[in-house]
């Protein structure tokens, strides 16, 4: 079983930055790939973006390209999403997830098969 504990959320006026942790623990193996997601009040749980364990090789929604970054430490088994340039709209809980799938890039929620609690995201204006 794998667990997924994510931290670094908090308060943020627009055009700041923060830095989001998933630390990964338990029986890790098999799992290929790690991926952000968001979810606002209301609103369905949305891709924001998902890294490789082996290579590193990174894929991000058009809405957060250019101003988040997904990066990995393989020694850490630890995921992180450094978010900057943000915006009122990227307001939501954060979910990092991890997907046993290869291949083409993953988007739904639904291809991915551990997730973790959250963390809260505020972005005042």
């Known amino acids: 079983q794998v667990q997924l504990v994510e931290s670094g959320g908090g308060l943020v006026q627009a055009g700041g930055s923060l830095r989001l942790s998933c630390a990964t623990s338990?029986?890790?193996?098999?799992?290929?790939?790690m991926g952000w997601f968001r979810q606002a009040p209301g609103k369905e749980r949305t891709f924001v973006a998902a890294?490789?364990?082996?290579?590193?090789?990174?894929y991000y929604a058009g809405s957060v390209k250019g101003r988040f970054t997904i990066s990995r430490d393989n020694a850490k088994k630890t995921v992180y999403l450094q978010m900057n340039s943000l915006k009122p709209e990227d307001t939501a809980a954060y979910y990092c997830?991890?997907?046993?799938?290869?291949?083409?890039?993953?988007?739904?929620?639904?291809?991915?098969?551990?997730w973790g609690h959250g963390t809260q995201v505020t972005v005042s204006s």
């Open positions: 997830a991890a997907s046993r799938l290869g291949g083409t890039w993953h988007v739904s929620p639904n291809e991915y098969d551990t």
């Open positions: 338990g029986r890790t193996f098999g799992q290929l790939r």
């Open positions: 890294i490789s364990w082996n290579d590193g090789d990174t």
